[in-house]
Nanobody, 122 residues
Framework: QVRLIESGGGLVQAGDSLRLSCAAS????????VGWFRQAPGKEREFVGL???????VYYVDSMKDRITISRDSAENVYLQMNNLRPEDTAAYYC????????????????WGQGTQVTVSS
């Protein structure tokens, strides 16, 4: 059973940086991916980006690619580094794992964390 636990959220000011962590455990293979999503109040969950488990490939949505970096370490943690945060980045952030080699829709993800809240004040 794959387990994902996010951490690192909090209240920050516009322009700050924040790094979210996703601690992963269980059977995850190199061709699987871990993705990051976010959901703002009253809005649908949206895809932010992903990394393959081998760490050799990343993908970012165009709207955020200049401000985010996704990485992983050898301890099976996946990170979402966000820079120059804006109030519109306020959302619950989730990591999720897909058995597919690429997945940008939430329906393609099989395991989810509980989420971590990021609030950006102006």
């Amino acid at each position: 059973q794959v387990r994902l636990i996010e951490s690192g959220g909090g209240l920050v000011q516009a322009g700050d940086s924040l790094r979210l962590s996703c601690a992963a455990s269980g059977p995850i293979f190199d061709n699987n991916v871990v993705g990051w999503f976010r959901q703002a109040p009253g809005k649908e969950r949206e895809f932010v980006g992903l990394i393959n488990w081998s760490g050799t490939g990343v993908y970012y949505v165009d709207s955020m690619k200049d401000r985010i970096t996704i990485s992983r370490d050898s301890a099976e943690n996946v990170y979402l580094q966000m820079n120059n945060l804006r109030p519109e980045d306020t959302a619950a952030y989730y990591c999720a794992m897909s058995r597919k080699a690429f997945a940008s829709h939430e329906s393609d993800y099989h395991y989810w964390g509980q989420g971590t809240q990021v609030t950006v004040s102006s």
